[in-house]
């Protein structure tokens, strides 16, 4: 009962930037935990960035100095903000809820590509 709507991908050159955003809807509560995931071809699907209710966060080391991830509670969205981009960036990013009795909830997923 939950939706989970990712955008803000594309092309874009190494050094380069990009925000994602993660709109959610439907039967969420007020508090939840979200994080971005990324699935390169042929790779296991990595955590990028987590975020929980009150805002802790926690980076993979590969993204650490280079990303942020945000929240915005009242528009039920959550942010990544890439900067600093390479090559081996590049994957399909997901974003990630977890909600009630430990339930979890994926979007569809959103292309990112680094390249010159």
């Known amino acids: 009962q939950v939706q989970l709507v990712e955008s803000g991908g594309g092309l874009v050159q190494p050094g380069g930037s990009l925000r994602l955003s993660c709109a959610a809807s439907?039967?969420?509560?007020?508090?939840?935990?979200m994080g971005w995931y990324r699935q390169a071809p042929g790779k296991q699907r990595e955590l990028v960035a987590r975020?929980?209710?009150?805002?802790?966060?926690n980076y993979a080391d590969s993204v650490k100095g280079r990303f942020t991830i945000s929240r915005d509670n009242a528009k039920n969205t959550v942010y990544l903000q890439m900067n600093s981009l390479k090559p081996e960036d590049t994957a399909v990013y997901y974003c990630?809820?977890?909600?009630?009795?430990?339930?979890?909830?994926w979007g569809q997923g959103t292309q990112v590509t680094v390249s010159s």
């Open positions: 439907g039967s969420i509560s007020s508090m939840y935990a």
């Open positions: 975020i929980t209710s009150l805002g802790s966060t």
């Open positions: 990630k809820l977890v909600g009630s009795y430990s339930l979890e909830y």
